[in-house]
Nanobody
Framework: VQLQAFGGGLVQAGGSLRLSCVASELTFRNYHVAWFRQAPEKEREFAAAFSRSGSGGVPYYADSVKGRFTISRDNAKNTLYLQMNSLRPEDTAVYYC??????????????????WGQGTQVTVSS
């Protein structure tokens, strides 16, 4: 199983970026998928998730990104997306995509995900 994330970069505050994550060697539609982020010297934190179809196929967001970020998935393309708008300097982090099959209780926890991408750097300048 491999998850490959890309689309990060340097953007000014107020700008937008779109992250993508392509999965291989797994039945994508059967997995919850998510984006986590980790800023320097901080723990990895939940940003957004999209539950698998069998669990409703709905998005979940951390309060810090709600209304600015949109998560989506294309099961036919085995691809997860994160559209990030109105970016702020505090959004600066390495963004990781993840896939798992844990119960929905863990959808916002790193413990709920078995497979992880390599991360893509997002830097927002003020």
């Amino acid at each position: 199983v491999q998850l490959q994330a890309f689309g990060g970069g340097l953007v000014q505050a107020g700008g937008s970026l779109r992250l993508s994550c392509v999965a291989s060697e797994l039945t994508f539609r059967n997995y919850h998928v998510a984006w986590f982020r980790q800023a320097p010297e901080k723990e990895r934190e939940f940003a957004a998730a999209f539950s698998r179809s069998g669990s409703g196929g709905v998005p979940y967001y951390a309060d810090s990104v709600k209304g600015r970020f949109t998560i989506s998935r294309d099961n036919a393309k085995n691809t997860l997306y994160l559209q990030m708008n109105s970016l702020r300097p505090e959004d600066t982090a390495v963004y990781y995509c993840a896939a798992g099959q844990a119960v929905l209780t863990y959808i916002g926890s790193t413990a709920g995900y078995k497979y992880w991408g390599q991360g893509t750097q997002v830097t927002v300048s003020s």
